[in-house]
Each structure stands twice: as structure tokens, then as C-alpha cells.
């Protein structure tokens, strides 16, 4: 896995950080030993940011192949010899494309569910509704709660397309009585002839809305 997302000793990385210290900040890799990784604490004006043991954090790099993405989880903090984090190694580290896709605003009906591990997994499709869609990923708001990091699978009807989509959870986010969810979700493991696919419909999408206000 690693050789092929280009993760190494080294690597400049970008950790976003929810919570009270919520933001994203540059650190690197100092070492990766087995199913764990040491971190460079990250600081601002040399003060080390916290992170609690079990706090999950998203980590981002860039190589020369293009941008990966993946979720951790904090172990252990050692202030010696340079502040660091130890942090567990990814299951999965996503690929994505460098370049960023104009959301676009869109109302129609998205069944989704987790993605089942096998097939005694399987859980039912839950009918949410589409916030916003774009080349790169889609908004979901429903009453099944997926938590970030995790994957789902998903079908657009609205897309007529035969087959489901696959997708990770990069921002969750609750109304206030917990009924609802917000999902943030990032396609992964989309052809390339299937994104274009899904950007040329909302071009067609968005024709059509101007060309409806123009009447």
C-alpha cells in the first residue's frame, strides 16, 4: 500500500484537526514502524497544537501521482526528543484528483448505505436527499448517520446510472435535535469516464436552469 500512495518517512503532510483546535496544519512524518506512524506535532508560533489519545484526525499529502487522503487515530503523545503524536496506520488511504470540481446545488433523491464488508453486511439503501453535487463528490443530508472516514455506497437516480457509486465520508455534520445528517462525501474509486460523465450532466443541468430563468 504504501509504495503505491507514495506515504514515507519524511513526507510533508497536512492534518486537519476538529474540536477546539479545529484547522488544518502542515507537519510531516517522522517514522513509520509496522501499523503505526510517528507525526511531528503540529505548532503555531512553536506551540504545539493538542490531540488527545483516540482523537481521529484527516491527513492529506501530495505526491507526484496525485493527492491521497486518509483517517487516523491518536495513540500516543511523547514530548521526546521532538514533540510527536503516534497515530495508527490507515486501513485505506484514498486517491483523489488534484484539481477541484465547481459544486453544484441540486435537489433529487440519493439512496445510500455503508459500504458492506462482505455480503452478510449488507444493510439497506436509506433515501436521503442530494445538497449539492460536483466531478469530486456529493452532499447528503438523511437520517442515516455515517461517520467520517467511513464508506458508503451510494446510487443517483437523477444520474441514470446502472451501477453504485462509492464514496468516503470527509465532513459530518448533525442538526440540532441529532434527526438529521449532513454528509460531506468524496468519491473514490470513480473512473474517469464516469466522472466526466457526471460533470457533463451538471453542465447540461445548469444550461437547462439558466435557459428556464431566461423564459
Avoid at 503505526?36 to 507526484?64: C, D, H, W
Avoid at 449488507?122 to 453535487?133: A, P, Q, V
Amino acid at each position: 500500500m504504501l509504495k503505491k500512495t507514495g506515504l514515507k518517512e519524511d513526507q510533508e503532510i497536512f492534518v486537519e484537526i476538529k474540536g477546539s483546535e479545529a484547522g488544518l496544519y502542515a507537519t510531516k512524518i517522522l517514522d513509520i514502524e509496522g501499523k503505526t506512524f510517528k507525526m511531528a506535532a503540529p505548532q503555531i508560533q512553536g506551540v504545539t497544537i493538542p490531540l488527545n489519545r483516540g482523537q481521529n484526525v484527516s491527513i492529506s499529502y501530495t505526491t507526484e501521482r496525485g493527492k491521497f487522503i486518509f483517517t487516523s487515530r491518536v495513540q500516543e503523545r511523547n514530548p521526546e526528543p521532538l514533540p510527536h503524536y503516534i497515530l495508527q496506520m490507515p486501513e485505506k488511504i484514498y486517491r483523489v484528483q488534484r484539481r477541484e470540481y465547481v459544486r453544484v446545488d441540486v435537489e433529487g433523491r440519493i439512496d445510500y448505505r455503508p459500504r458492506p464488508k462482505n455480503q452478510d453486511d449488507l444493510e439497506k439503501f436509506i433515501k436521503g436527499r442530494i445538497l449539492d453535487l460536483s466531478g469530486g463528490g456529493v452532499g447528503i443530508k438523511g437520517a442515516l448517520k455515517i461517520e467520517e472516514g467511513e464508506e458508503l455506497e451510494m446510487k443517483i437516480p437523477l444520474l441514470e446510472i446502472d451501477y453504485p457509486l462509492w464514496g468516503v465520508v470527509r465532513r459530518l455534520k448533525e442538526d440540532k435535535k441529532g434527526e438529521e445528517h449532513q454528509l460531506g462525501v468524496a468519491f473514490v474509486d470513480i473512473k474517469s469516464s464516469l466522472r466526466d460523465k457526471i460533470i457533463k450532466w451538471l453542465f447540461e443541468y445548469q444550461r437547462n436552469l439558466r435557459e428556464a430563468g431566461d423564459d
